[in-house]
């Protein structure tokens, strides 16, 4: 019998379990955000209880009106969240009319506290007086916090009574609002609520139901900023990444002659994978600014008087040029490197073998080394169009971030300046469709083309 | 390419027919050699040329950052004064510290769990190591836009926000996968007879690897550890959006980017750059480890 070795699993576990922690479950519950709605619609209940049944749903921004209003129990944890009208009801006891000692519940607006305990709690109070003629007198004791129990007791008004216990409540209002022609009424709990001043209307601020909603990936294409972002990131994609893999293969080539001083040229070479996109965007903006070092040198060479403006509004393609540059001269590197660690697969004979033939450099380039390049330019191709869809900081060290636009600038000014991180998550959710749709694309064509050959 | 001494044996005897072929073939290497080291030059200073216009800018004084035409270092006066500004501008310092010590941790836990995992897809063939493998090359290729949004809304909710910690714990997520795959390869690159050769001279499992195999890796994942704390120290997007007041000199520089002075940009642009001037200089003989492993 063959024993399983348990070894490997328990190696691999600590990083699947992180990576399913910080990964794989915030990508989930993040993509969710573009088109989940959590608070699209309230839920009514037939009482002013969470257990009792609901009667219908109210979308959120419905116009209501408000006819009753109720107290009831809430969590102390739930205190916290906003918006939340509460009411405080105390345990009383005292003499009722009949000089009977009695025990109810009385709302805090009923009871005026006379002494507090050492950590303010209100232990003797009195009962207050009422206003207006017509009222009744007396107050009323309830058997549980709530006007709706049933009366133990009445009290007059000054009646001296002891408070034994308090507890606070929510309030919950007996709404009735009308959706697609038909009227619902029902409970719900003061948080979700927004009550006019009037207070026989109100509007409701937020639902507590969730549902799948196409609102924000509408928001997102209606957005102006949009179509420039997607357009410009496509076509910084189409020009960068030929140029980048020519020059990626011409370096690769370089490093491959192993020349003297190959060592040096490598690091040179190899020194913008490190650098950070954002002092890349810099190290460009010094050279393209007004007052910059392209303008210096054109004037040092006499062929312009007056510096001339390359990052300005009027002159959006100068920006991409200048993108453009700065992204060739940053991500080049890994191209590079991806390229030569293919190029030391191939085997030396074949490429002497070709040479010795007399095939000549482009020859060689065309009919030997790219075809037996192709999975390594296909790795390349796929981690190159990722990195493109994300370019950033280059973009607003260069463009400042509005005269020229891109899709990762959209999402960080949706969750930074526009605080809506549902809108963020569509515009997420868009750049990882088309990494995953142009990685696809790749492997499918590459795929077909090796099985035509065959 | 070939060398001449290869051949010198078949060539003793040759007719004179054959050595002018080979002195043609010399001449062609000849130019051939010379023209790489032209445009391996050209392609050198293209990368170069930007760095030093930009060092040029960080050590001067002010007054030559705004100068125009602009000069370049030996020309212009050599001074500290625009670092020296740069360094003591508002939040600065603070993103100096967050920023190394949202890298170390990163360094610390990425390599902590990444190099088990290295050692198991390096050593162990098991069911579910290619499924393994490819879940990992597909979190590297993710993009980081796409991860940072709902990692920050999830440590809103879980009121971790806004700290170097939580920036740590993402950083490690979004470098974990290159460190496994770079230590992966540099276990990979140690033979493993010479951990059996260990333990037929008697050594335990355990003391086999320990004293052989860990000496042999320990620059590769020294290297690996390296990498990590660049990538780290470069990240701008998520710092961005995960830290308010607790920036990352990348974050703190890109979000006050807009209402600063050109001394204060290109001095820190220098700056940012210094770590992957000197760090790809350790790890350079490691570079193709590290990024060769995902084309087998």
Redesign the interface.
């Known amino acids: 019998m063959k024993k399983r ?1 348990w ?6 576990l ?3 379990i ?2 399913a922690l ?2 794989a ?7 969710v ?1 573009a088109i989940w709605d959590e608070e699209a619609s309230l839920s009514l209940h037939e009482q002013a209880q969470q257990n009792s049944p609901q009667t219908g749903r109210l979308p959120q921004g419905t116009q209501i009106g408000i006819l009753d209003q109720q107290g009831n129990f809430i969590q102390p944890e739930e205190l916290e969240e906003g918006n939340l009208l509460t009411e405080v009801w105390f345990l009383v006891s005292g003499e009722d009319i009949d000089g009977q000692a009695v025990t109810g519940w009385a709302s805090e607006s009923r009871i005026r506290v006379r002494e507090e305990a050492a950590d303010g709690t209100p232990v003797v109070g009195s009962v207050r007086t009422k206003l207006g003629s017509d009222a009744d007198p007396l107050t009323d004791i309830y058997a549980e916090s709530n006007e709706t129990s049933d009366v133990v007791g009445k009290l007059e008004a000054l009646t001296r009574v002891e408070i034994q216990d308090l507890v606070t409540l929510e309030v919950w209002y007996l709404i009735r609002g009308e959706e697609e022609g038909q009227t619902i009424e029902g409970w719900a709990q003061s948080r979700y609520i927004q009550v006019f001043s009037d207070e026989t209307t109100g509007r409701i601020d937020r639902g507590n139901t969730g549902e799948l909603t196409t609102k924000y990936i509408e928001k997102m294409v209606n957005d102006r900023f949009f179509a420039p972002a997607l357009r410009t990131t496509l076509l910084l994609m189409v020009i960068i990444i030929p140029v980048q893999f020519v ?1 990626a293969i ?2 690769a ?2 490093i491959q ?3 003297k001083g190959n ?1 040096i ?15 890349v ?7 393209f ?1 007004h ?3 392209l ?3 054109l ?2 060479l006499g062929l312009i008087d007056a ?1 001339l403006t390359y990052l300005s509004a009027d002159t959006r393609y100068w920006i991409i040029v200048a993108v453009c540059l700065a992204e060739i ?1 940053r991500a080049t590197s ?1 191209v590079m ?2 390229v ?3 190029l ?2 191939i085997s030396q004979e074949v490429l ?1 073998a070709a ?1 010795v033939f007399g095939a000549t ?1 482009w020859q060689r380039i065309r009919h030997v080394i790219l075809p037996l390049l192709r ?2 330019l296909q ?1 390349a191709l ?2 190159r169009t ?1 990195l493109a ?2 370019v ?2 280059v973009v ?2 260069l463009g ?1 971030g509005t005269v020229v636009t891109v ?2 600038n959209e ?2 000014r949706q ?2 300046d526009f605080r809506n ?1 549902n809108v ?2 569509a ?3 868009l ?2 469709l088309l ?1 995953m749709v142009s ?1 696809v694309i790749y492997l499918r064509t590459i795929r077909t083309q090796e099985e035509a050959a065959e | 390419m070939k060398h001449p001494d290869d051949r010198r044996s078949a060539t003793v005897q040759a007719s004179a027919e054959v050595q002018d072929i080979r002195r043609r073939m010399l001449r062609r290497q000849r130019v051939n050699r010379a023209l790489t080291y032209a445009v391996g030059t050209l392609i050198a200073l293209w990368i170069l040329v930007p760095i030093f216009f930009i060092g040029s800018m960080a050590f001067t004084t002010r007054e030559a950052v705004r100068a125009y035409p602009k000069g370049v270092l030996p020309f212009i006066p050599f001074s500290t004064e625009t670092m020296r500004f740069f360094l003591s501008s508002e939040g600065i310092m603070p993103g100096i510290i967050n920023s190394v010590i949202v890298a170390i941790i990163t360094l610390v836990l990425s390599t902590l769990i990444a190099a088990p995992a290295g050692y198991a897809i390096s050593r162990y063939i098991f069911r579910g190591r290619d499924a393994f493998r490819l879940s990992i090359l597909a979190v590297r290729a993710f993009p980081i836009v796409v991860l940072s949004i709902p990692l920050a809304v999830v440590f809103l909710r879980l009121d971790i926000f806004d700290s170097v910690y939580s920036l740590a714990l993402m950083h490690t997520a979004l470098t974990m996968p290159t460190t496994i795959l770079v230590i992966g390869s540099v276990f990979a690159s140690i033979p493993y007879e010479l951990e059996e050769a260990a333990m037929v001279f008697g050594c335990t499992p355990v003391q086999a690897f320990r004293q052989v195999v860990l000496p042999l890796v320990l620059p590769g994942i020294a290297a690996a550890a390296i990498f990590t704390f660049v990538m780290s120290w470069n990240e701008v997007f998520a710092a961005s959006i995960l830290t308010v007041q607790n920036r990352t000199l990348p974050a703190q520089v890109l979000n006050t980017l807009d209402q600063s002075s050109e001394p204060y940009q290109f001095a820190g642009g220098f700056f940012m750059l210094i770590p992957a001037l000197i760090f790809i200089f350790l790890i350079r003989r490691y570079l193709f480890n590290m990024w060769g492993q995902i084309t087998k």
């Open positions: 070795n070894t490997p699993y328990l190696l691999i600590p990083s699947l992180y990576l910080f990964f479950w915030p990508m989930t519950r993040g993509l955000l020059l011409i370096m080539l370089v002659a192993r020349l060592s040229f490598l690091y040179i070479f190899a020194i913008p994978l490190g650098v950070a996109d954002l002092a965007g810099i190290v460009w903006y010094s050279i600014t007052f910059g070092f303008n210096s040198i004037q040092g510096p001269w890994i490197v991806i030569v660690s293919g030391q697969a002497e040479e450099l999975p390594s790795v796929i981690l990722i869809l994300q950033f900081a607003i060290a400042g899709l990762a999402t960080y969750y930074g991180p963020a998550a515009y997420a959710g750049i990882l990494s990685a």
